[in-house]
Antibody
Framework: EVQLVETGGGLVQPGRSLKLSCVASGFTFNNYWMSWTRQAPGKGLEWVASITNSGGSTYYPDSVKGRFTISRDNAQNTLYLQMNSLRSEDTATYYC?????????WGQGVMVTVSS | DIQMTQSPASLSASLGETVTIECRASEDIYSNLAWYQQKPGNSPQLLIYDANSLADGVPSRFSGSGSGTQYSLKINSLQSEDVASYFCQQYNNYPWTFGGGTKLELK
């Protein structure tokens, strides 16, 4: 059974940093691209970052480019999202997703609140 | 960026009814379209991929169709467990983009 378990969320002040983690199980982690997708409270979905299976390439939308960094440790089956210079508009539930272009598996999500 | 316009934003239907949700892309996405269902308090789950292929375990009352820039999700014989929000997503070009969602409620 595929499982994606995110940790690391919480309340953070604007301008500060936070790092999310996602531990994967139930599939061969290093065979798959992985992504982060977020959902602001009561709003729709927004893709945030993707990383190739080797970790050699990463992709971001303009809204987070230069502030967020996706990375992975294939030995530990773990995906990361380093979020710097956080803004109030980054407040959302962040989901770890397996990425085959579409997102075929989702974690339970972790809440990030950016507020002073 | 490819804009995904989903309609309606909300929908109220009766048990047993057939409902249709539409998704329009701002350019041709060559059937690289997925549909997700998100039940209240839960994570989204994949329903349909490649515009018309059912994901594993999804009931056959769900179906997808369309091509080019116009796509639709149809739910036949609506069940109470179908109350959810539904989102389309294109994966033809980065950045991957989603429709605004359709909230489906029971009448």
């Amino acid at each position: 059974e595929v499982q994606l378990v995110e940790t690391g969320g919480g309340l953070v002040q604007p301008g500060r940093s936070l790092k999310l983690s996602c531990v994967a199980s139930g599939f061969t982690f290093n065979n798959y691209w992985m992504s982060w997708t977020r959902q602001a409270p009561g709003k729709g979905l927004e893709w945030v970052a993707s990383i190739t299976n080797s970790g050699g390439s990463t992709y971001y939308p303009d809204s987070v480019k230069g502030r967020f960094t996706i990375s992975r440790d294939n030995a530990q089956n773990t995906l990361y999202l380093q979020m710097n210079s956080l803004r109030s508009e980054d407040t959302a539930t962040y989901y770890c997703t397996r990425d085959t272009g579409l997102f075929d598996y989702w974690g339970q999500g972790v809440m990030v609140t950016v507020s002073s | 960026d490819i804009q995904m316009t989903q309609s309606p934003a909300s929908l109220s239907a009766s048990l047993g009814e057939t409902v249709t949700i539409e998704c329009r892309a701002s350019e041709d996405i060559y059937s690289n379209l997925a549909w997700y269902q998100q039940k209240p308090g839960n994570s989204p789950q994949l329903l349909i991929y490649d515009a018309n292929s059912l994901a594993d375990g999804v009931p056959s009352r769900f179906s997808g169709s369309g091509s080019g820039t116009q796509y639709s999700l149809k739910i036949n014989s609506l069940q109470s467990e179908d109350v959810a929000s539904y989102f389309c997503q294109q994966y033809n070009n980065y950045p991957w983009t989603f429709g605004g969602g359709t909230k489906l409620e029971l009448k």
